[in-house]
């Protein structure tokens, strides 16, 4: 038989690591990262990209991994929940330690998502993208003063089915402070 043209090998950078891993055309990054790499932090709830539970971070930018195409992200630089903390430390990232202080978490499912999206939304804003909520005469491009409002609205993508939103707002604040 001819090559297996459905399948590759790729180099991915997950958390600062190159992994050689060989993958399916159309498997997504979620996929490779729980079924390939171990790395279950990133959850699978809804599989449509509409549910927030599968955010992890792409060139520092946050992504839905279930949307992404693994095969696709070579030369890209993942970052999972996982990866978070400073390499070789035990120590949490200030957003995972603001989370347990200020419970922003009931089951957890979606804690990893929120966090990367969290993550994500603090450099988007420190960056001067605005959002739906920025006052427009405030969007000059400097960076974008983190209001609940405008935390509220960049973790809009993330849904919790227990309702900790007020307590991961909280521990945005406490981060962005």
Do not use: W
């Amino acid at each position: 038989m001819g090559a297996d043209v459905f399948h590759s090998e790729v180099p991915l950078t997950v958390n600062g690591e190159v992994r050689r891993t060989t993958v399916d055309h159309r498997s997504t990054l979620l996929d490779v990262l729980r079924e390939q790499l171990g790395l279950t932090g990133a959850k699978k709830g809804c599989d449509h990209g509409q549910c927030g539970a599968c955010t992890v971070l792409v060139d520092g930018r946050r992504v839905n991994s279930c949307l992404l195409l693994a095969v696709a992200l070579e030369g890209c630089e993942v970052t999972t929940v996982e990866g978070l903390s400073p390499a070789g430390s035990d120590d949490l990232h200030p957003l995972q330690r603001a989370f347990v202080d200020r419970d922003a978490f009931q089951c957890g499912y979606c804690t990893p998502g929120q966090i990367c999206s969290a993550v994500g939304a603090i450099a988007e804003a420190g960056a001067g993208r605005a959002s739906h909520v920025t006052d427009p005469a405030a969007a000059t491009g400097s960076p974008v003063e983190l209001t609940r409002d405008e935390i509220r609205e960049r973790l809009s993508g993330n849904i919790c089915r227990c309702g900790a939103y007020p307590h991961i707002v909280e521990a945005v604040e406490d981060v962005t402070r």
